[in-house]
Each structure stands twice: as structure tokens, then as C-alpha cells.
């Protein structure tokens, strides 16, 4: 069965940067497009970013451009999320999610167009 892991979440101070490692345990076939997500305590889910099968095509929260960076090693089954000039707003948890390889059109930044789910990774920011 398809499964994805989350790794690279931990404690950061205000400023900082992660690099968050999301894997998946099949084949590059088996899904299609990667989003990362973050839920705040009290908070709904939200979408972070998206990228296409290829690599070629990315969406950004509005609010996070020119921050976070997603980015994908279809090589490697692994989809990552870099995250710089962190800010306290961004702690939360951090989960990726697939779609279905056949599925290429969808709103991006909403969980349930989601096949598959990782765990999850917390990630805390704070002084």
C-alpha cells in the first residue's frame, strides 16, 4: 500500500529555516501531485503548496510566497518543502498528501481532492 512519511520537522527560533522530507514508499506511478498542508492547534488544515507529477508546475498560499520552496525528486520518491525566514505563525503540523496519478485537474489547496496522507511533522517556532 501506498504510503508517505514526513521527516524534518523540529524546534526552530524566529528566522530560521527547515527543510521538511516528505517520502513515498511506492513507485513515482502510483501518485500523481504532492501538496504540503500545516495545521495550526484550534485551526483548520491548510494548503501550503503543490507541485505537478513532473516538477514543472507549483502553487503557492498567497501568504507564503517567496518563503517556502516545494520542490520534488521523483529519483528519490521524495517530495520536500524548504522554509525560510520562519515565523512563529508558522508553527503547526505539516503533513504531505498525493492525488491519484490520473488526476490532473483539481483546486489544489483543498484536503479532500487528497487521495493519500502522511502523518505528519511538527514543526515549532519560537524563541
Known amino acids: 500500500q501506498l504510503q508517505f512519511v514526513e521527516s524534518g520537522g523540529g524546534l526552530v527560533q524566529p528566522g530560521g529555516s527547515l527543510r521538511l522530507s516528505c517520502k513515498a514508499s511506492?513507485?513515482?506511478?502510483?501518485?500523481?501531485?504532492v501538496g504540503w498542508f500545516r495545521q495550526a492547534p484550534g485551526k483548520e488544515r491548510e494548503g501550503v503548496a503543490c507541485?505537478?507529477?513532473?516538477?514543472?508546475?507549483?502553487n503557492y498560499a498567497d501568504s507564503l510566497k517567496g518563503r517556502f520552496t516545494i520542490s520534488r525528486d521523483n529519483a528519490k520518491n521524495t517530495v520536500y518543502l524548504q522554509m525560510n525566514s520562519l515565523e512563529p505563525e508558522d508553527t503547526g503540523v505539516y503533513y504531505c498528501?498525493?492525488?491519484?496519478?490520473?488526476?490532473?485537474?483539481?483546486?489544489?489547496?483543498?484536503?479532500?481532492?487528497?487521495?493519500?496522507w502522511g502523518q505528519g511533522t511538527q514543526v515549532t517556532v519560537s524563541s
Open positions: 498528501a498525493a492525488v491519484r496519478p490520473e488526476k490532473l485537474m483539481f483546486p489544489w489547496s483543498v484536503p479532500d481532492e487528497y487521495d493519500y
Open positions: 507541485i505537478s507529477t513532473s516538477g514543472r508546475s507549483t
Open positions: 511506492g513507485s513515482t506511478d502510483d501518485y500523481g501531485a
